[in-house]
């Protein structure tokens, strides 16, 4: 998969590239992230990419010719072009799988007060977004749903169980996890999870699961 991020910060995914699962993917070419700078396709002095907005109001705008141009640049016959925005559609575990179906994928980070409406209709496929608040830009956004794309890409995890064991794999919350040592100040670990029997061991963690989402995620069971 090849997955470009245009932005004004693109220097703020670099950790993410570099480290754990997104670091090893393209170290394994299952992955291949090219951050650009939006402002490499500006033609204004200083690099603008960005203006008042029509009608007045607080922030600025990031301009329609250069974000048009970068996308017209960057895209293939396969490319899917993604914008963070916070009215976006909610980002959960089943977009993250259909996305990782993908080839191409081009995320175009917002700024300031957004970017101009006019490239929202024209070129965006996916308006998507990673929860109810604002970030100053789409960038963190951005790495945020990588992350999550990546571990669905064939290949990537070490172990592909761990999907299944994720929150949100099948509507239900993770089960709670325990590991050395057996006792840790007073409290033990759950007695069923040391007898060897993946039966039992499997029915309490789906009881776990139920009761966790229960108390914690109603909605996802009510839904």
Known sequence: MIIDLLSLFPEMLDGVLRTSIVARAQKNQLLHCRPHNLRHWSTRKHRRVDDRPFGGGAGMVIQPEPLAQAIRDLKTEQAFVIYLCPDGTPFTTAI???????????????????????????????????????????????????????????????????????????????PPQYTQPRVFEGMEVPEVLLSGDHAAIDRWRQRQRLERTRQRRPDLLNG
């Open 96 to 174: 993250a799988q259909q996305l990782a179906q993908k080839s191409h994928l081009i995320f175009v980070s917002g700024h300031y007060e957004g970017i101009d409406q006019r490239i929202r209709d024209k070129y965006i496929d996916w308006e998507i977004s990673i929860g109810d608040y604002v970030l100053t830009n789409g960038t963190l956004a951005a790495a945020v749903v990588i992350d999550a794309i990546c571990r669905h890409i064939p290949g990537v995890l070490g172990n592909a169980v761990s999907l299944e064991q994720d929150s949100f794999s099948d509507g239900l919350l993770s």
